[in-house]
């Protein structure tokens, strides 16, 4: 069995991308620091997969405790790496926070990489790093712009210290995936997305004001230049987006990859509005949504989604589900941890 490092593994992604490992035949384990998830993941990921992953919590920003962490574990195949803070207005609140534990943290693993001779590493990135692009869909050669907050500055560096790094190096070999907007369950609903406190994003938003923990979703804008008025994102189905790490996995497993740092776009190369979130929502659940529209949020891009055609040619990944799905097991999760049948 390969075993594979996940930091992160805890949380919504890297979840869901356990479970997608172990159903692979791949040896899972975690490294966390519990920040932003709980260590009862581990029982989801046991109730799906029939297997609960070693886990160790460690604050990979901290050299001595990555380092001990690392000196652990044995012939590691491949490494994951979600591990990062990621909430878009705490890191303009708080940029050094951003900075120090996401580029620390890469820092950290990929030198105890290269000190264990660990070759393949896959690295967490966003569509965040392409700003508003001029053309859409935005393809992997669009343009970096500068990024409009720490945490996307993070993701930009990030990129740039793994490239840096690959070049001066004959073994490292890694990908990064480019996230469009990940939202829904694991369809069991025994692991999901699970916000501390107020959602920032848009889908926990609306599952739970359809619970009435939240008393009204709000709209940001309605005068944006889309066909609706309301801004559009690429909503892929998380179980989904799990799978194009296994891809991206076997691609450097199996030696596959073209040159030793590749990037790919992971989305759904569809784009939708809030509004048809909204209504789609609505449609699927039969729930009647309570709310309004208000001003627009600041920062707030327009309109974005993905060309997939990279991904689809070099991975062969493809997504599988629709957004009506997604919003579905979002529901079903929210329910589910709820207690209301
Ligand atoms: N939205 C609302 N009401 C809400 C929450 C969101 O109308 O209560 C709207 C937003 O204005 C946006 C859309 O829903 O138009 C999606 O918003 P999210 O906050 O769910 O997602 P973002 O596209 O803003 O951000 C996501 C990730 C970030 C990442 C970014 C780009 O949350 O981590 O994509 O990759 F940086």
Redesign the pocket.
Known sequence: MKKIIVTGGTGYIGSHTCVELINSGFEVIIIDDLSNSTIEVLNGIKKITGIKPEFYKIDLANAKETFSCFNKIKNVSGIIHFAAY???GESVNFPLKYYKNNLNSLINIIENMQEKSFKNIIFSS???VYGQAEKLPVTEQSPIIKAD?P??NT?QISEEIIYDTIKSTEYLKAISLR???P?GAHESSEIGELPIGE?????P?ITQTAVGIRKQ?????NDYNTPDG????DYIHITDLAKAHIAALNRLLNKENKINYEVFNIGTGKGNS?LE?VKTFEKVTGIKLNYKIVN??PG??EK?WADTSHAEKELGFKTEKSLGDALLSAWNWEKKYRNIT
């Open positions: 990621k909430a878009v966003s569509c965040t907050s945490y996307g993701k996230y469009f907007n939202i959602p920032a994003n848009l889908v938003y979703l709000r709209i940001f804008g309301t801004a559009i994102r809030v979130v627009r949020r707030d891009i974005i």
